[in-house]
């Protein structure tokens, strides 16, 4: 377990518990596609970013418990219908949910997580919190369409492709630290300041996400390497190769995104290389990490304040 998990390591165990049975259901194939993904690892970060905020705040009580785990469930609902889009089959390592039980399984148990953390969000009773999550899922849902629209088309601009990871994975981060603020009563002047370190945190985690997707390795990362491309995914080194590569560059790395293949990943990848692509979208998660950092300076000393500025390093230093 990383350092900035130990500062909420018995709350988080608790959470772990609630996810558990809070996936119980009458329909055993719900369990067991429910479990499957569940004990398929990851990182848990979002459910620690609750923890954490809403500790950072004062918070006395046990709601921020239920918040972490209806994170987390919406978190793997969205990887449970992503897998069946991107027709992923590998994920953490191991087989994912709809190349073991199926498309139409994955997508159903999906719906399930997400009615389940509504259930659970009627139970914390607080409408404010309501609002974010419900706002939250909404504009991921857009994030999802947009980056299916976007696929093959590698006119996608840098502008576009932030926008779309802002709203596909950088918005659930900021809506976990957010309802831990909002769970503590916190002033909107904290609660923005959280707000904005989660934001921070979730876009630096999505383009280190497209950095390893080209530099780093399937034993690490539990997926293969290039996978991005193999699904017609514009993402920041490609869109950063083919504004500052060769004529030849830019058209080889435009055919394979319209293409969907990656059979000249070898060259795709000396072109990324060549122009520099891997070192500015590391620059730009460097940035993003950098000012979640910032976020926190107007807070008081804490083991908490501590393990967040922990978490921002780790956002850019992981090689997973």
């Known amino acids: 377990m ?13 959470v772990n518990g609630i996810i558990i ?19 398929g690892g990851g990182k848990r970060l979002r459910p620690l970013l609750v923890l954490l905020s809403a500790k950072i705040s004062g918070y006395i009580g046990s709601k921020h418990l239920s918040l972490a785990a209806i994170v987390e469930f919406i978190h793997t609902a969205t990887l449970l219908h992503d897998d069946v889009v991107d027709t992923s089959d590998l994920r953490r390592g191991k087989a994912t949910a709809n190349s073991k039980f199926g498309n139409a399984p994955s997508v159903l148990v999906g719906d399930f997580l997400y009615s389940r953390a509504f259930q659970m969000l009627v139970e914390v009773d607080d409408m404010k919190i309501m609002g974010t999550i419900a706002d939250t899922t909404n504009a991921i849902s857009e994030g999802e369409v947009q980056q299916l629209a976007n696929a093959r088309n590698p006119m996608i601009s840098e502008e576009i492709y932030k926008k779309v990871i802002f709203k596909k994975t950088a918005i659930l981060f900021e809506a976990a630290t957010k309802v831990g603020s909002q769970i503590a009563g916190s002033n909107s002047k904290d609660e923005k300041t959280l707000s904005d370190y989660g934001r921070h945190i979730g876009m630096a985690f999505q383009l280190m996400d497209d950095v390893l997707d080209y530099n780093g390795t399937s034993e690490n990362l539990g ?60 620059s730009c998660a ?17 083991k908490e304040k501590k393990a967040m500025l922990e978490l921002a390093e780790f956002s850019i230093d992981r090689q997973y």
């Open 286 to 302: 460097k940035k993003h990490a950098t000012e979640a950092k910032h976020c926190l300076v107007g807070l008081s000393d804490s």
């Open 2 to 14: 990383l350092p900035f998990y130990q500062v909420v390591k018995s709350e988080f165990e608790e």
């Open 21 to 39: 049975n809070r996936l119980s259901s009458e329909v055993d194939l719900v369990e067991n596609i429910g479990q499957y993904i569940i004990d």
């Open 223 to 282: 997926k293969n390497i290039g996978d991005d491309l193999a699904e017609g995914k514009t993402t920041l080194p490609l869109i950063y190769a083919m504004k500052n590569g060769t004529k030849q560059q830019k058209s080889l790395i435009q055919k394979a995104i319209k293409n969907a293949n990656f059979d000249k990943l070898g060259l795709i990848l000396d072109a990324i290389k060549d122009t520099g692509a891997l070192d500015y979208t590391m």
